[in-house]
C-alpha cells in the first residue's frame, strides 16, 4: 500500500530551542564538528487505496491545516510507494 | 450577562475561569467541546489546560472541535471572547489571533506571579483596566513564547493592538515581551499569563485578574468601566 510520509519543520527564523538543547547533548557527550541541530516532525501516512491525486491533493490540505501551522512551520509531502 | 467557558478533554482552569465569571458579577455556562450550540452565552472564555494532550500542537486539535467551528464563525461577527494560555494558543491556531506560541526559549516549564503592563484597554475584556496600569497575576507555561514575523509585529504594535506586556523578567522569550494581544476590535483577546488564578486574596497573588471578567460583564451590562 502506498504511504506518505509528510516531515513538518520550525521554519528557519524560529527559535527551535528543542534542536538546540540536543545540540548542546551532542557537544557533552564528545561530539564536535556538529554546526546546528533542527528538530522536526515526521508523519507516515498509510493508504488504504492508490495514490490517486484527490488522494494526495487531501493530504496536501491536512499538511497544511493540520499536520502543520504555517504561521511557524514547513513542510514537505512525498509518495513513498 | 451569560459568559460561557469551553471545556476541552484536558481543560485544567475551566472551574477556576467560571469562578472568575461569578465573582465578577456574570453568570457562568459551561460549554462542552463537542457540542456545536453556545447555548445563549454573551461572550466566551476559552481556559487554560491542555487540551487534547497538546498532541500535535498546542490547540491544534482543539480548532477542529465542533464548539471552535461555532465560536470561530461568532467570533467573526463580534462574540467577545478570551483565551487564557491553552485557549490563547486555540485562538492563534484558528487564526483568530496572528501569530503562534511556542516552546518556552529556557525549555523549562514556568510558573511564577508575573508583573505585566497593561497597554491596552478598550477592548471587551479589559475595559477595567487604566492604561499602562502594572498588575501581578500568575503565569504557567511550557510553551507560552509568542512569535510572528517582524511584519506582524509592527502591524500589532503599530496599531495599538498589544493588550499586555511582560515586565521584569521575560519568562518565555516572547518576541518584544508581549503577553496578550487582541484583534483590531478589541473583542477577541488573547492572554498567556491567568488572571482567573488572581481573583481572591486566598488563593491568588493579587485579585488584579478578576479585571478581566468584571471588564466583559460591564460591557453588557451598560455600566461604565
Known amino acids: 500500500m502506498p504511504r506518505v510520509v509528510v516531515d513538518v519543520m520550525l521554519k528557519p527564523e524560529i527559535l527551535d530551542p528543542q534542536g538546540r538543547a540536543v545540540m548542546g547533548a551532542f557537544t557533552r557527550l564528545g561530539v564536535h564538528g556538529v554546526a546546528d541541530v533542527r528538530q522536526g516532525k515526521r508523519f507516515e501516512i498509510t493508504l488504504d487505496g492508490d495514490a490517486t491525486d484527490e488522494a494526495i491533493a487531501d493530504l496536501h490540505r491536512m499538511a497544511e491545516e493540520l499536520l502543520s501551522n504555517p504561521v511557524i512551520e514547513s513542510y514537505d509531502l512525498r509518495v513513498e510507494e | 450577562m451569560k459568559i460561557g467557558v469551553v471545556t476541552f478533554p484536558g481543560s485544567l482552569d475551566d472551574r477556576d ?25 454573551d461572550a466566551v472564555v476559552l481556559p487554560g ?27 467573526g461577527e463580534g462574540l467577545p471572547v478570551l483565551g487564557i494560555c491553552n485557549g490563547f494558543q486555540i485562538l492563534c491556531e484558528s487564526h483568530l489571533l496572528p501569530g503562534a506560541l511556542t516552546r518556552n526559549d529556557h525549555l523549562h516549564f514556568v510558573c511564577r506571579d508575573q508583573r505585566l503592563r497593561m497597554e491596552r484597554t478598550d477592548t471587551a475584556w479589559t ?23 517582524d511584519a506582524t509585529l509592527d502591524r500589532l504594535e503599530g496599531d495599538g493592538l498589544v493588550v499586555a506586556r511582560y515586565l521584569e523578567v521575560n519568562p518565555n522569550g516572547s518576541l518584544r515581551d508581549i503577553a496578550g494581544i487582541s484583534n483590531p476590535a478589541g473583542t ?21 485578574g478578576l479585571g478581566f471578567f468584571v471588564s466583559a460583564v460591564r460591557s453588557f451590562t451598560g455600566a461604565n468601566a
Not at chain 2, 489546560?49 to 467570533?75: H, N, W
Not at chain 2, 502594572?134 to 504557567?140: G, S
Open chain 2, 17 to 41: 475561569a467560571a469562578r472568575a465569571v461569578r465573582l465578577a458579577g456574570g453568570d457562568p455556562v459551561s460549554l462542552w467541546h463537542g457540542d456545536d450550540d453556545l447555548r445563549g452565552v
Open chain 2, 127 to 149: 475595559k477595567a483596566y487604566a492604561e499602562g496600569e502594572e498588575i501581578v497575576i500568575p503565569l504557567k507555561n511550557g510553551e507560552g513564547g509568542y512569535v510572528a514575523d
Open chain 2, 49 to 75: 489546560g491542555f487540551s487534547y494532550g497538546d498532541y500535535l500542537r498546542c490547540g491544534a486539535i482543539a480548532r477542529f472541535a465542533p464548539v471552535m467551528t461555532t465560536i470561530i464563525q461568532r467570533a
Open chain 2, 188 to 208: 477577541i483577546v488573547g492572554l498567556m499569563p491567568h488572571p482567573e488564578h488572581a481573583v481572591e486574596s486566598l488563593t491568588g497573588p493579587s485579585t488584579d
